[in-house]
């Protein structure tokens, strides 16, 4: 490799690692979004990241044939954010191919005002609900409920980050009355994750 075959390789890993992620490029950027330096991101026009929803850095986003990555507004990551909306098939009686056919696809949700922890790896599927925080290095392959409280691997939830009567009153102070969610809902997660009745 000669002189300027290094110069461009090296900057070709410059611009790759280290340059902002072009919004542009994204299926969605809304007003305030932010992706740290260095990222990765596979098929970036299958990423929509709303208002002030904001990504820390060495984060890698692999969104793969037409499935999305979506996060609303309000939703904060630390470094180290893993996406992978893809899985392999695995037949009886056959090896794994590796072919991209092979893929199943899944879009992966994470909804407004969500705080997700250091090394958290979110998986095919998986859908985080408003409010909730992910612990750090938890790895979420299905639901998680609004305001709850999930850790480990796989993710599950062990609390809820407030009372029924302060989500209702964290509600009332930011969402319009027709996007607050009914307290009948929020009961019925508590009783169905935590498998107790909160009064």
Not at 94 to 99: P, T
Not at 120 to 147: D, H
Request: net charge positive; glycine share 10%.
């Amino acid at each position: 490799m000669n002189i300027l075959q290094r110069i461009k390789h090296g900057l070709g890993i410059f611009i790759h690692y280290y340059v902002k992620p072009n919004p542009s490029r994204l299926g969605y950027f809304g007003k305030g979004a932010m992706i740290g330096i260095p990222a990765d991101l596979k098929k970036p026009e299958n990423i929509f990241l709303y208002d002030f929803a904001r990504i820390g850095r060495r984060s890698t986003i692999m969104t793969m044939g037409d499935s999305k990555f979506v996060m609303k507004r309000g939703c904060l990551t630390a470094e180290g954010l893993v996406v992978v909306t893809s899985n392999h098939r695995q037949y009886i009686g056959q090896f794994l191919s590796g072919r991209n056919e092979d893929n199943e696809y899944k879009d992966i949700i994470v909804e407004e005002d969500v705080w997700i922890g250091i090394n958290v790896t979110l998986l095919a599927g998986s859908r985080i609900g408003r409010g909730a925080i992910i612990g750090a290095c938890s790895v979420v392959t299905k639901e998680i409920p609004p305001y709850a409280v999930a850790v480990g691997n796989p993710a599950k939830v062990i609390k809820f980050k407030w009372s029924i009567d302060e989500i209702m009153e964290h509600e009332r102070q930011i969402y319009d009355e027709k996007d607050r969610m009914p307290r009948e809902l929020l009961e019925r997660n508590y009783q169905k994750w935590l498998n107790k009745s909160h009064k």
